[in-house]
């Protein structure tokens, strides 16, 4: 079975500054990752993708994910926040090789301060 | 292209009634999963289903059924409704299997 591990379920940043936003995964197979952005009283949107291609993944609206096996790590960054990144994000899990159930971390509300 | 659809936004039930959520893919998409989401135990996989046959389930009890029909639209329905079941339910499709998902804005659902 698969899961995912995020610390902090509220993260406050000021803006301008760096966002690190931390994901551990377990799977017994090779893993597909993803971060999701989700805004209030909205569905999930992909900001990025890991399916064993490049480590480092760029997404949508500046930010990255790197790939670490020996980590078990997929952590989420962002140079300099904005305070439209104010929103929950969520990493999440599943089996490479053509399966679409996901398995979510428990999100972290990402607060920006002016 | 239009994106996932889901109907109705919001609906408000009492205990022991039933409820029939209803999504529809995007175009050409064949795949249709189910998530449930609440405060307390986050975002939860209910089923999975490609071209009509379920492919995976959750652990969830037996009142949680779903089905997918010819065109891909997909329906889920939740019997004897308790107030453990008020949460947001969101739908997301893709055009294959292990591709991305595409998430609809959810339904959210209160018992009473």
């Known amino acids: ?114 | 292209k239009a994106g996932v659809t889901q109907t109705p936004r919001y609906l408000i039930k009492t205990r022991g009634q039933q409820v029939t959520l209803s999504c529809s893919p995007i175009s050409g998409h064949r795949s249709v999963s189910w998530y449930q989401q609440t405060p307390g135990q986050g975002l939860q996989f209910l089923f999975e289903y490609f071209s009509e046959t379920q492919r995976n389930k959750g652990n969830f009890p037996g009142r949680f059924s779903g089905r997918q029909f010819s065109n891909s639209r997909s329906e889920m329905n939740v019997s004897t409704l308790e107030l453990g079941d008020s949460a947001l339910y969101l739908c997301a499709s893709s055009p294959t299997l292990g591709g991305e998902q595409f998430f609809g804005p959810g339904t959210r659902l209160t018992v009473l």
């Open chain 1, 1 to 114: 079975a698969q899961s995912v591990t995020q610390l902090g379920s509220h993260v406050s940043v000021s803006e301008g500054a760096l966002v690190l936003l931390r994901c551990n995964y377990s799977s017994s197979v090779p893993p597909y990752l993803f971060w999701y952005v989700q805004y209030p009283n909205q569905g999930l949107q992909l900001l990025l993708k890991y399916t064993s291609a490049a480590t480092l993944v760029k997404g949508i609206n500046g930010f990255e994910a790197e790939f670490k096996k020996s980590e078990t790590s997929f952590h989420l960054t962002k140079p300099s926040a904005h305070m439209s990144d104010a929103a929950e994000y969520f990493c999440a899990v599943s089996e490479s090789g053509g399966n679409n159930r996901l398995a979510f971390g428990k999100g972290n509300q990402v607060v920006v301060i002016p």
